[in-house]
């Protein structure tokens, strides 16, 4: 693809690849928002459903528009009934489905392969995108990862977590002026987190589908672009 993958986008400044310009959050959103239209069509207007278990950053190709397309569906399954794999065999149950860092934790359990698993790992996804950081990051240790720092932060009312990158270059200096606008801005920005938060959940049950999570992004940008009217 023209712009490569997103990986590369987000993680090339920290890593010494080749000097990229900087996602801004309107961008990060309009692929966070490509990405869920991808996956809301896959979970819920394809016949039988299907799970794409390898949703990362290396995963999600940028066109010349930057609009994202999601690739690499070599750990996809096809979903029967109730929204499970077909298969029940003891090594389909426990094979790893999906990358480290991204991987649902009742996979790690032997569960079953299921639409909620992927939501989870969007849900991590979304959190990587707005705070900056891999899941695989040297400071998730010690019981803390991505989903927990961003839990915390919130009970905080914290903004220090997400990514000093992301009002650059766009006109979207006004974040760091003391004003009515800003306050909304960091509105968009904790709806972002709380979101990845809810996805990246433990138990499956209690995660979002992605038909809900579509429309939830899809209220944050227009808020954010009437902000921008102004």
């Known amino acids: 693809?023209?712009?490569?993958?997103?990986?590369?986008?987000?993680?090339?400044?920290?890593?010494?690849?080749?000097?990229?310009?900087?996602?801004?959050?309107?961008?990060?959103?309009?692929?966070?928002?490509?990405?869920?239209?991808?996956?809301?069509?896959?979970?819920?207007?394809?016949?039988?459903?299907?799970?794409?278990?390898?949703?990362?950053?290396?995963?999600?190709?940028?066109?010349?528009?930057?609009?994202?397309?999601?690739?690499?569906?070599?750990?996809?399954?096809?979903?029967?009934?109730?929204?499970?794999?077909?298969?029940?065999?003891?090594s389909d149950s426990f094979a790893i489905k999906g990358s480290i860092g991204y991987v649902p934790p009742e996979y790690g359990l032997g569960g079953q392969t299921s639409t909620k698993g992927d939501v989870y790992t969007y849900g991590i996804l979304l959190l990587e995108m707005v705070i900056g950081r891999r899941p695989t990051d040297d400071m998730f240790k010690e019981g803390l990862s991505l989903h927990e720092f961003a839990k915390m932060a919130l009970s905080n009312q914290s903004i220090d977590i997400i990514d000093p990158r992301l009002f650059l270059g766009e006109g979207e200096a006004d974040f760091n002026n003391v004003n009515d606008?800003?306050?909304?801005?960091?509105?968009?920005?904790?709806?972002?987190?709380?979101?990845?938060?809810?996805?990246?959940?433990?138990?499956?049950?209690?995660?979002?589908?992605m038909i809900d999570i579509v429309k939830t992004l899809q209220v944050v940008k227009d808020m954010f672009v009437g902000l921008n009217a102004f």
């Open 1 to 90: 693809m023209p712009n490569g993958n997103l990986d590369k986008w987000l993680h090339s400044e920290k890593e010494g690849q080749n000097d990229l310009q900087s996602l801004s959050f309107t961008q990060r959103l309009n692929i966070a928002i490509d990405v869920a239209c991808a996956m809301e069509y896959l979970h819920h207007h394809c016949q039988p459903p299907i799970a794409h278990c390898d949703l990362k950053p290396s995963n999600i190709l940028l066109d010349n528009d930057m609009i994202a397309c999601v690739g690499d569906f070599g750990l996809a399954k096809l979903l029967y009934e109730t929204g499970y794999s077909l298969s029940h065999n003891q």
């Open 181 to 209: 606008k800003r306050a909304k801005i960091l509105e968009c920005l904790n709806s972002i987190v709380r979101l990845g938060v809810t996805c990246s959940l433990e138990s499956p049950e209690e995660r979002m589908e």
